[in-house]
């Protein structure tokens, strides 16, 4: 049978792609039949995991891909690189437990998360990012239209489940409702990554329940690595650089704070 009609029937279509430079480079390289053959069906294999990758990212709806190599360490010194290491492992989604993100706005919650789930995704777990906002929209539509039961299953489901922006908005009592009954789904089934910018101090008046945020943190919790993050905004950082803000040090002060 015909080369080329193989690789089609087998669905090869990187190595189809390649095959010419591949056939090229193998002659210069004088390489053996085994190692030419382990070269080609790597080529294909690397095609399908990027087209997969791909893939899984577009389904992740994450809103831009940031990765840990691109996050300034130096900048934010109070994070411990060894805990950010040890995550980037993604053993903590093999035992599905939680990473719990805090600290005012600016200072790399999103950027942590993001990266972590881009880890997942590249590991070849499925990741899903939203917006608690977003979370709740889809729980309340839900309920109204009678199919809160699927939409929870359909929550459940991704490997990684990434919630941010806690504490931005305050929630109603039936709100905090529908998502601890999301929490206690995924509860040791699927990690949920997690950035807020309020304390735990504070979750009783984010879910405005004490006894609800009580046992939200319960099951978050339980299985959990919490970074407290504190430091400067990226954001005002980047507005310093272009000269766009000085340093408070540098503002002049009230008469009363000299």
Same mark, same amino acid.
């Given at each position: 049978?015909?080369?080329?009609? %193989?690789?089609?029937?087998? /669905?090869?279509?990187?190595?189809?792609?390649?095959?010419?430079?591949?056939?090229? @480079?193998?002659?210069?390289?004088?390489?053996?039949?085994?190692?030419?053959? =382990?070269?080609?069906?790597?080529?294909?294999?690397?095609?399908?995991?990027?087209?997969?990758?791909? #893939?899984?990212?577009?389904? $992740?709806?994450?809103?831009?891909?940031?990765?840990?190599?691109?996050?300034?360490?130096?900048?934010?010194?109070?994070?411990?690189?060894? *805990?950010?290491? #040890?995550? =980037?492992?993604? $053993?903590?989604?093999?035992? &599905?437990?939680?990473?719990?993100?805090?600290?005012?706005?600016? *200072?790399?919650?999103?950027?942590? &998360?993001?990266?972590?789930?881009?880890?997942?995704?590249?590991?070849?777990?499925?990741?899903?990012?939203?917006?608690?906002?977003?979370?709740?929209?889809?729980?309340?539509?839900?309920?109204?239209?009678?199919?809160?039961?699927? @939409?929870?299953?359909?929550?459940?489901?991704?490997?990684?489940? !990434?919630?941010?922006?806690?504490?931005?908005?305050?929630?109603?009592?039936?709100?905090?409702?529908?998502?601890?009954?999301?929490? $206690?789904?995924?509860?040791?089934?699927?990690? !949920?990554?997690?950035? #807020?910018? /309020?304390?735990?101090?504070?979750?009783?008046?984010?879910?405005?329940?004490?006894?609800?945020?009580?046992?939200?943190?319960?099951?978050?919790?339980?299985?959990?690595?919490?970074?407290?993050?504190?430091?400067?905004?990226?954001?005002?950082?980047?507005?310093?650089? $272009?000269?766009?803000?000085?340093? =408070? =040090?540098? %503002?002049?002060?009230?008469?009363?704070?000299?």
């Amino acid at each position: 049978m015909e080369l080329m009609h %193989l690789m089609r029937q087998l /669905k090869m279509e990187y190595l189809i792609a390649n095959l010419d430079a591949l056939c090229e @480079q193998a002659a210069k390289q004088e390489l053996d039949y085994r190692s030419f053959l =382990a070269e080609a069906l790597a080529t294909e294999w690397a095609g399908r995991n990027q087209k997969g990758l791909e #893939s899984r990212l577009r389904q $992740a709806r994450i809103p831009w891909i940031k990765t840990l190599e691109q996050f300034d360490f130096d900048f934010q010194p109070a994070i411990d690189r060894k *805990v950010i290491r #040890s995550l =980037a492992g993604l $053993a903590f989604v093999q035992r &599905a437990e939680n990473v719990i993100l805090l600290g005012p706005p600016g *200072v790399g919650k999103t950027h942590l &998360a993001i990266a972590l789930g881009v880890k997942a995704a590249e590991a070849g777990h499925r990741v899903l990012f939203l917006t608690l906002e977003e979370v709740m929209n889809r729980l309340k539509r839900a309920q109204q239209e009678k199919r809160l039961e699927r @939409q929870l299953q359909q929550l459940t489901y991704p490997k990684v489940l !990434i919630v941010d922006e806690i504490g931005y908005l305050p929630l109603e009592r039936q709100e905090a409702s529908l998502f601890f009954r999301l929490v $206690a789904r995924r509860y040791e089934k699927g990690s !949920i990554i997690l950035t #807020s910018n /309020k304390g735990f101090a504070d979750w009783g008046e984010i879910f405005a329940d004490q006894v609800v945020a009580t046992a939200i943190l319960d099951r978050l919790l339980h299985h959990a690595t919490t970074l407290n993050i504190k430091g400067e905004s990226f954001r005002l950082k980047e507005k310093r650089k $272009a000269g766009l803000l000085t340093k =408070a =040090a540098n %503002l002049p002060q009230p008469e009363g704070d000299r």
